[in-house]
């Protein structure tokens, strides 16, 4: 089964023959297509696939048509198939899956190696009860309660996704990302206390927390650095410069893979990540934003997903 957004193409027809042909030329029959909506990006379509008995669901769209899906495959044992059809697909790219051509990727889905890799869990403002729940992926249904298989994020990194428009994002790629963070460069800080398996951190200012299982970002600019999709913890990183010259430093050693990042940019790992914010801040999985929040926890799950790499 093929599970498309069908807003990422403008032929998508043109797109289902060149699957179809590729199927077919490998020995397979041609997949049945089933297409994301506005109401249901792909949580719905996904159960429907394990209910009729798929045992390979692909996904052709954007990173958060690739979240939703693996949101409900997580757990299942049935591998999921990254087909290239947004912005960064960067789940496709931390596990080494091809993004250059749809071909080349469709016979990767239907023939390549099984690769169980990490996925992350994120709970919005938790009540007592899920503050303390060992497996968040019991509580999946749960409105409040997200899986993400890239990175989330609050705070300046979620604002770039929310001003980056999706007809320019089509236009100009990853660039548009770039456009959107100049204008909230000089946006004030927030205060952001950040308990790593149960360590307390100091409260203190920050521009962006985001908790990651993957590193890489649009571009090939890496955020984490030790970050594996199958390492079993999850990266976190700290961003705090207050200046345009700040903001400048840290950007060079970023995109330059210094292991230090400097006073304005923090790293740590662990299993489970606990952030606490004031004022509260707008929040992101996978590039979808979500709402405002003021505690967030996220815990990893090891090797709960399948992918075809």
Not at 43 to 50: D, I, M, P
Not at 186 to 210: H, N, S, Y
Not at 222 to 237: F, I, Q, R, T
Request: aromatic share 4%; charged share 20%; glycine share 10%.
């Amino acid at each position: 089964m093929v599970i498309v957004n069908p807003t990422k193409f403008e032929n998508l027809p043109a797109v289902r023959r060149r699957i179809d042909r590729v199927a077919d030329d490998v020995g397979f029959p041609a997949p049945r297509w089933v297409e994301t909506t506005a109401q249901d990006p792909g949580f719905g379509q996904t159960r429907a696939a394990l209910q009729a008995g798929a045992r390979l669901v692909c996904v052709l769209g954007g990173d958060g048509t690739v979240r939703a899906v693996a949101e409900v495959l997580a757990g299942t044992g049935v591998p999921l198939g990254l087909l290239p059809g947004g912005t960064g697909n960067l789940l496709a790219r931390n596990v080494g899956a091809p993004v250059a051509r749809l071909e080349t990727a469709m016979i990767t889905a239907l023939t390549g190696r099984n690769r169980a890799i990490d996925i992350g869990w994120l709970i919005i403002d938790p009540t007592q009860e899920q503050r303390a729940h060992p497996n968040p992926a019991e509580l999946r249904d749960d409105p409040n309660v997200h899986a993400f298989t890239v990175m989330a994020g609050l705070g300046f990194d979620a604002q770039i996704m929310v001003d980056a428009p999706e007809e320019v994002k089509a236009k100009v790629g990853w660039a548009a990302y770039v456009v959107s963070a100049s204008k909230h460069l000089r946006d004030a800080p927030f205060q952001a206390g950040i308990e790593l398996d149960g360590r307390v951190g100091k409260t203190r200012g920050t521009r962006t927390v985001v908790v990651g299982n993957c590193g890489r970002l649009t571009g090939g600019m890496v955020l984490l650095p030790e970050a594996a999709v199958d390492d079993g913890v999850l990266d976190v990183a700290r961003v705090s410069p207050r200046t345009l010259a700040q903001w400048a430093t840290m950007a060079t050693r970023v995109l330059t893979r210094r292991e230090n990042g400097g006073p304005h940019l923090t790293r740590r790992r662990g299993r489970e990540v606990v952030v606490r914010v004031q004022p509260t801040q707008l929040v992101q999985v996978d590039g979808d934003d979500l709402v405002t929040a003021s505690v967030l926890r996220f815990v990893v799950d090891p090797g709960a997903l399948v992918v075809r790499s």
